[in-house]
Each structure stands twice: as C-alpha cells, then as structure tokens.
C-alpha cells in the first residue's frame, strides 16, 4: 500500500511540474508604458549612438587637456658611417626632454574650456534623442493600445450580430420573417468577422512595431495600469511656453553651441599670437673616430640643456583671417539656429495645446453619443423582438453603436496623445517615464 502512495504521489509531483512549466511557457509578460519606455532606454540603438557621441566628446577634452601637460621623451640614436675616418665618427646618443608649448593669449587653455562645452552640448544632444525615442515608444503604446479596444469593439459586434441572427433563425422557423432579413443578418455578422480579422491583425502590426523599438520578446500583451494617471491632467498655454523654453533639451543644447561658436572666436583669433616653447633634457654621447692602424679615439659628453624660443607667424596668405571669420560665420549660425528653435518651440506649445483642448472636448461629446447609441440599440432590439421594427432598424442601429464605439476609441487615444505631446513639448517626459516612481 505505501508503494502505490509513493507511485501516486510521483504521478502527481510530474503532473504539477509539468502544468507548472507549460503554464509559464503560455503566460505571456504584461508590459506598461512606464515598463516599456525604461526597457527602450537600455536597448534603442539609437540611444547607444548618442552615449558614444557624448564618449567621443569626453575623450575630445583629455584630447585638450594633453595639450597643457609637458610631453616626456626618450631617444636613441646610433650613427655609423661605412668608411670611418678622423673627420666622420660615430656617434652613440641617449638622452630624454621634456618639451612644452603655448601661446601667449591662452590659445589652449581656450581649447580646453570649449572641449568642456563640447561635451555638455554632447550630452543635451543625447537627451534630446533619448526623449524623442521615449515619445515615439510612448505613441506606439497608445496606439496599440487604441487598435486593442478596437478589437473588443469588434469582438462585441460579432457578438451581438451572432445573437441576432440567431433571433432570425427563430423567428424565420415561426414564419414571422422573410428568408431576406437572414441573408443579410448573416452578410452583416460576415461583415464583423473580416473587421474582426482586420482589428486583431491591426494589432498584432503594432506590437511588432513595439518589439522593435524596445527589443522585448514577441510574445507579450499590453497593460493600461499607468496610462489612467494622466487622464485629470490640466494645464495653461503659457505654462507649456515657459517650461518648454527652459526645459527642453533643444534649447540648452543650442545655448551651448553658441557659447562654443563664441569661445571658438577667441580660439581662431589665437593663430595672431606668438608662440612659445620651451624644452629641457639631458643626453649623453658616445663619439669615436679611426685614427688608423686600427687604433680607434674618442670621447664621451653628458649634458643637460634647456631652450626656449619664441615663433612669430608674420604671412600666412590670408589663412588666419579666413579661420576667423569662418568662425564668426559659424557664431552667427549657432544664434540664428537658436533663435529658430525658440520659435519652433513655441508654435508646438500652441499646437499642443489646442489640440489637447480640442480631443477633450470631442472625447466629451463622443460619451454621451456612445451612451445615446447603446441606448438607441437597447430599444431597437426590443421593438425587433416584439414586431415593431425590421432588421432594417437592427443593422442601422448597430452601425451607429459600432461607428460612434470606434470613435470614441479613436478619440480617447488622441486625448492621451496630445497630453504626452504637452509633457514633450514641456521637455518632462524623461522625468515623467524614466525617474518618476
């Protein structure tokens, strides 16, 4: 008896071990938008592009830095002439220096400070491509979240024209309705199932456009948990202007190309200066002469030095004045090109703003035609059920219910599109999707 308990309790173990493991094989990951966005942050090529620009940039100001350090060097040198004589020795050197350079109007040291500048411009830039990556992955959310409500849309229709043409089926038994009303009951439900089709394939586009921007796996299904926080959210145009001009990354990263086009002035303008070096060392050389009958001479010399001079470039055939003014040009473009994105910025601040106005109020109007539509196909149904109304009234009154369902779905996606494009525009949504807890 105790060995059929053991068998039975190891046919049972296997049984929860295995239902166990091919639940976890079926049950696939549930994402939100948060949940997605922070994953698009470590895997978007495109963000590791911009990591690397703003590596390059930080290698470019050790590049700098080298510059005002004095370099060290040791050489060797071994000269032998084939037909050795009293006025051709050979000579042995072994020495090391050190040598530096600068010139007088800190020409590096201005190199240096716009290195600097260079990687803080490096870094908005990487945050500039970082939040339009985490926008884009946030619209292919709502998106494919819309196209999901749309297939429940869609699923309910085919329901209700099932039970329909099953009413149909009842009454043409009966002898109440003609076979016609049947035939179009079915072509309606038809309709359904290929929108159906079309809705769940609709879907499944848009959570392959997901996998690739975020390098999840293919199996997973979306969650709404987070999207609901922004629903009651509220704001005036002038307070979407203010913090867009002083967050947005556009903006900072323009202001620090301008200050680099204007140190670059200073930096070209350099070339004017005189320059000065400076070397210090100490060598040693081993010289022999063949003084002939094989007899061979030398000596030896050890000695330390130190040599400065100063080099003035008096005619260059114009390529100092040209580098200056070529830097003035760029300064004038680093303005003009900040000046633009100001402007730019501030029209998507109007345009986000009214389009948030105007999908809340549509979102508004399209509840109480969603709730007139039910109610209209409620009483449809029940007048069909006792005679009063054909199936004429029955399609008419689902096409009105599913039509004003899509739109309300397509308007409610809308309305979460143009908040976050307010949370874009306002330069928050890297704080909002990737450091809000």
Known sequence: MLKINKIHLFVLVSLLLLFGFSAQAFCKPSYTLKQLCRIANKNA???????????IAEQDKKR????????????????NYKNDDYYTPDVNTLGGKLTQSFTLNGRELIAYDVSKKGIEKAKYSEQTIRTDYIFQVAQAYIQALNLKRLV?????????????RDSINEKLRVGSVTKTALYRARAELSKAKTDQI???????TAKAGIVRLTGIEDQFSIASGDIKEIENFSIT???????????RYEIKEGKKGVEIARRSIAY??????????????????????????????????????????????????GLRSAQVRQ??????????????????????????????????????????E???????????????????????????????????????????????LSILKIIYTQGDILYYFLNKK
Do not use: C, H
């Open 152 to 164: 429940e849309v869609a699923d309910a229709e085919v329901e209700r024209l099932s039970t329909y």
């Open 198 to 204: 079309v809705a769940v394939n609709n879907v499944q």
């Open 45 to 55: 090529e495109s963000i590791q592009i911009a990591r690397e620009q703003t590596y």
């Open 268 to 317: 070209e303008k350099g070339d004017y200066w005189p320059r000065f070096e400076i070397e210090g060392g100490y060598r040693e050389k081993d010289i022999t002469y063949d003084t002939g009958n094989e007899a061979q001479g030398g000596y030896d010399t050890a000695e330390a030095y130190i040599q400065a001079q100063l080099v003035v470039t008096l005619y260059d055939g």
């Open 370 to 416: 969603v709730k007139s539509a039910e109610e209209n196909f409620n009483a449809v149904q029940m007048q069909f059920k006792y005679g009063m109304a054909d199936s004429i009234d029955i399609m008419d009154a689902n096409t009105l219910l599913v039509e004003a369902q899509r739109r309300i779905s397509n308007a409610r996606s809308s309305f979460y």
């Open 64 to 79: 700098a830095q080298s510059v005002l350090i004095p370099a060290a060097t040791l050489y060797a040198s071994y000269l």
């Open 237 to 247: 145009l002038e307070e979407i202007k203010l913090k867009a001009l002083e967050n």
């Open 327 to 368: 830097a003035m040009a760029k300064y004038r473009q680093a303005m003009q090109a900040l000046a633009n994105e100001e402007k730019a910025i501030i029209l998507e601040s109007k345009q986000s703003f009214l389009e948030f106005n105007t999908s809340k109020a549509t979102l508004i109007n399209l509840a109480d």
